[in-house]
């Protein structure tokens, strides 16, 4: 096979059904990319905390780091990307029939200008209202100045993110995944480099300073791609004289999928407005934490990131029964990789916060409340798993439906009553337990709407699947943290603690027959392997 084929998977007939062979190899360029994109999101983090610590400055910017957290949610990873699969899916399935003129080409027509127009407002909006968003947001942070600042200067990723993700829809849509896979590479070095770049004289408005370039990047890497895929003429002939009249966006879709996303991404509004009440560091612990514990939900749901558009055009077609085998089958990989990474992260979390981020200006007391929130944390990466593969059901039929927003609605205000309870007393633990309970509140109300409103998964079958893994990924914890605790050296306590939970959660899965294990396995096996070689090659 030619090399240059090779290199981007997705490179097959839009119009014939993906083969496993092609969702095998687009899934392993996605997930490559992915860790690539991880691990250099754990150097910014890591270059964040070094240059910067976990103080007043710190506090500051991740505020101002609530816009592009928001940005990539409703634009590039659900929001938008929920919306136009499924439309770019079904013009795909029209141009392939032989519809009037090229249903591709007026989709872009008819909704990209429109699209772009309203990302600049916004970001337009959000730099004038930069006072009032960070008064809001943190009302007793200490230094509002400075994340004034670095707010005027993230709000441009608003018009970035929105392009990006349009980008990201249309290319996922046409089965190319190598671009949009590689956005999170290019925005990591974007970040990264100005920090070490600007942050001796701006210090650290550097970070925002490579948010707003890391977000110019994005857009870059994609546009070659999705140039060709649109120039390239169709194989379907319609009849003469027939043209097609530009498509807009489905107003309605739209809303009720960015009104999910909104809210998905509103427990970090949450959390910030209850920690910046906290002592300095509050929030940046918060961060930490997420951002390592959030990697293996990160890896369960890659695979979901390639099928979505498969899920989409099945049901365009008329396929729903593919369509509810992928979905269920989806489910089960995704939280037995998740479920093993929740066991290795409580398990192994002092050493790995330790090794990951203990130097220059973050401090042993650091790691130590970052290591506590994690474990508390992780507590909901399940509920997230789900949430993100059980979402896809509801918007890949390219119709709008409200009931997500409203079971994300009621998640929501589980996480502020619980939160606003126990902030006085848990202070950041507290907070992390809200967040855990709100999104496994509308991990169970997705899974039991979905027969009505999205794919017709069969609920019983999915809830008795999720059993067995629990049970192992429970004494997997255990083990692992017994083991991790006894090396004295926080690598060989990481290294020891991770080995065991690999082994106890890989032992009792097969035995207890827990669906898509041998998947999961196989995918993080080849993961492991790949990071590996990205180390030590």
Known sequence: ??????????????????TGRFLARATLLTASLTVAAALLGLVRDQSLARLFGAG???DAFLVAWTVPEFAATL??????????????????????QGAAGDPVRSLVAGTLPRLALAFAAVGALLALAAPQFVGVLAPGLP???????????????????????YCSAALRAHRRFLAPAAIYVAYNIGIVTAMYALGGRWGVRSAAVGVAAGGCLMVLVQLPSLLGRLSRR??????????????????PLLASVLLFALGRQSQVLIERFLASGLPAGAISHLNYAQKVAQIPMTLSTMLCTVTFPVVARALAEGDTERARARVERDLAVAAAVVLLGTAAVIACAPQLIGLLFQRGAFTAADTAATAAVMRVYAFGLLGQTLTG???RSYFSAGRATWYPAGAMAVGLAVTFWIGDRTVGTGGVTGIAAAN??????????????????????????VLGGLGRPLVAAAAATGAGAWVASLPAAPLAGLVAGGTTVTV?????????????????????RTRTRRVAHAFFR
């Open 1 to 18: 096979m030619p090399k240059a084929r090779a290199a981007e998977p997705a490179d097959a007939p839009e119009h014939t059904p993906p």
């Open 389 to 391: 593969v059980l979402i």
């Open 504 to 524: 106890v959660f890989a032992l009792l899965g097969c035995a207890l027959g827990a669906r898509g294990f041998a998947s999961a396995l196989r995918l993080v």
């Open 56 to 58: 007043r400055g710190t």
């Open 75 to 96: 634009l590039i990873e659900d929001g938008l990307a929920f919306a136009l699969i499924p439309a770019f899916s079904l013009a795909l399935a029209r141009r392939a």
């Open 436 to 461: 855990a309970a709100g999104i496994t509140v509308t991990a169970v109300l997705l899974l039991a709407g979905t027969g009505r409103r999205g794919v017709p998964l069969r609920t019983r079958q």
């Open 143 to 165: 230094d509002a100045g400075l994340a004034v600042d670095c707010t005027r200067l993230t709000a441009t990723c608003v018009l970035t993110f929105g392009l990006a993700g």
């Open 234 to 251: 169709r194989t379907a002939r319609a009849r003469p004289g027939e043209t097609a009249e530009a498509r807009p966006m489905d107003v």
